[in-house]
């Protein structure tokens, strides 16, 4: 028996065949090279009907990661990152392929700590959270062995969460944690402190600001250049406040980072943890594990095999 997982990114398509036990089989992984509305579908479709009708083991159910909000009464998502999906019906043109087979839908966040509790490093755990920051900042939270939702399906969108004053109208987009400390953040904070530092002429001075990327800010770091060693210490301060009030709020057994920032920021676990320290329930704080993730760039696509082999189940 097999089952297809899919890990929909801002910028890339992932697609696995797993089997029941959690051993990938294949993967493949397709640019998206800018497509938009039905073109992102059409995509998905296409992958689906090659996996579905050419494999060898039958496909019993089929799960997918989506980034952003998977409407369950509905079946429509809402993905900023993808032109055209504020209300996509993304369910619905999945079944008319997928015919018999099931098919279930969930925001990356939920996938991402399903697929650390099925192979990852939440296995066991009751209650844990997966901190997603890559291309922006999301967290998956699992309560008492269940995931939490919300009224309308946006738990867990912590790149909202308000760590700085005052308000600021650049936090519009994608919220005050999230312009800071995301991937994106960690840019945008280099390039407002370069146009400030005028005097500056070190390491990211080497690149036209509209092309820093997280990466560059990272290597930089690696050569101590100031403006690097200072966004990474700001980046520092706002993961820990912000797992310091998830901490205190949900009390759970583990923090587990991922995301493509966890990564070259897994180094800072152990400075993160100080942090939060300072701002969590003193006691709640000594009790829960800081930990990586145990899929690196893969919890999501396992979370999605999770939810395809929990259709199975309850069919």
């Known amino acids: 028996m097999s089952i297809i997982g899919i ?41 689906i009907k090659k996996y579905t009708f050419s494999e060898g083991s039958p496909i019993q159910s089929i799960g997918v990661s989506m980034p952003g909000i998977s409407r369950k009464k ?36 939920a996938c991402a700590i399903l ?19 890559g291309t922006g900042i999301g967290a998956g939270i699992l309560i008492d062995g269940i995931i939490l939702r919300g009224a309308h399906d946006i738990a867990g969108a912590v790149g909202w969460m308000a760590l700085h004053k005052p308000y600021q109208k650049k936090y519009i987009p994608c919220g005050c944690f999230e312009y800071y400390a995301s991937g994106e953040g960690i840019a945008k904070l280099t390039r407002e402190i370069l146009q ?12 036209a600001p509209e092309k820093i990327t997280a990466h560059h800010v990272f290597a930089a770091f690696e050569e101590n250049d100031p403006v690097a060693l200072q966004v990474i210490q700001e980046c520092i301060e706002y993961w820990g406040m912000a797992v310091a ?12 980072f991922g995301g493509g920032v966890f990564g070259p920021a897994i180094k800072f676990i152990p400075s993160i ?23 690196p760039g893969e919890a999501s696509i396992y979370g999605a095999g999770f939810l395809a082999l929990k259709n199975i189940h309850r069919t």
Do not use: H
């Not at 697929?115 to 920051?133: F, H, P, S």
């Not at 942090?275 to 899929?295: D, H, M, R, Y």
């Open 7 to 47: 890990d929909l990114g801002g910028t890339k398509l992932a697609i696995a065949i797993l089997s029941e036990s959690g051993k990938m089989l294949s993967k493949e992984v397709i640019a998206l090279d800018n497509r938009k509305g039905n073109e992102v579908g059409g995509l998905i479709i296409e992958l």
């Open 74 to 109: 509905t079946g429509t998502v809402w993905a900023p990152n993808i032109a055209g999906w504020e209300d996509y019906p993304l369910l619905k043109e999945i079944k008319q392929v997928a015919g018999a087979i099931p098919v279930s839908i969930d925001s990356d966040r």
């Open 115 to 133: 697929g650390e509790q099925w192979q990852g490093n939440a296995r066991g755990c009751k209650d844990a959270i997966y901190l997603a920051v």
């Open 196 to 207: 400030e530092e005028s005097a500056y002429r070190g390491v990211l001075r080497e690149y």
């Open 245 to 256: 009030n998830l901490i205190s709020v949900f009390n759970p057994e583990k923090i587990i």
């Open 273 to 295: 943890k100080a942090e939060a320290a300072k701002w969590a329930q003193p006691i709640s704080v000594t009790q829960v594990n800081f930990e990586q993730s145990g899929l």
